[in-house]
């Protein structure tokens, strides 16, 4: 008896959690391929920027792309004039939308 209500509650219960996986699948869907090369492609030519700098040390920042030409810097500098060099270069890249400029700048010990 109480193993046929474990049955049927299973097969109450695994069309409900399918609707939210799927549900759920839809909300986090990946970028489609060509997508996928435009963000590489731009994270690439923001990352080549920053490392020709001389003032910035492109090393220490990531950067990420987003959809529509959205550009992510993070990481860290050691002043402000430094980040924000950074963020100028990424806006100067062909592509780029938007900059989220999340760098961080370190405390100098004296």
Same mark, same amino acid.
């Given at each position: 008896?109480?193993?046929?209500?474990?049955?049927?509650?299973? !097969?109450?219960?695994?069309?409900? %959690?399918?609707?939210?996986?799927?549900?759920?699948?839809?909300?986090?869907? +990946?970028? /489609? $391929?060509?997508?996928? %090369? #435009?963000? $590489? %492609?731009? /994270?690439?030519?923001?990352?080549?920027?920053?490392?020709? #700098?001389?003032?910035?040390?492109? !090393?220490?920042?990531?950067?990420?792309?987003?959809?529509?030409?959205?550009? /992510?810097?993070?990481?860290?500098?050691?002043?402000?004039?430094?980040?924000?060099?950074?963020? /100028?270069?990424?806006? +100067?890249?062909?592509?780029?939308?938007?900059?989220?400029?999340?760098?961080?700048?370190?405390?100098?010990?004296?």
């Amino acid at each position: 008896m109480k193993a046929k209500l474990f049955v049927i509650l299973g !097969l109450i219960a695994l069309p409900m %959690v399918a609707t939210i996986a799927m549900g759920n699948r839809h909300a986090m869907q +990946q970028e /489609t $391929t060509g997508q996928y %090369v #435009d963000n $590489t %492609v731009l /994270t690439l030519k923001v990352k080549a920027k920053l490392l020709a #700098d001389p003032m910035v040390k492109g !090393l220490g920042i990531s950067v990420m792309s987003h959809n529509k030409g959205q550009i /992510t810097l993070s990481g860290s500098v050691h002043n402000w004039a430094e980040k924000k060099q950074a963020g /100028t270069l990424a806006k +100067q890249v062909e592509g780029v939308t938007r900059v989220n400029n999340n760098i961080v700048v370190k405390k100098m010990n004296r």
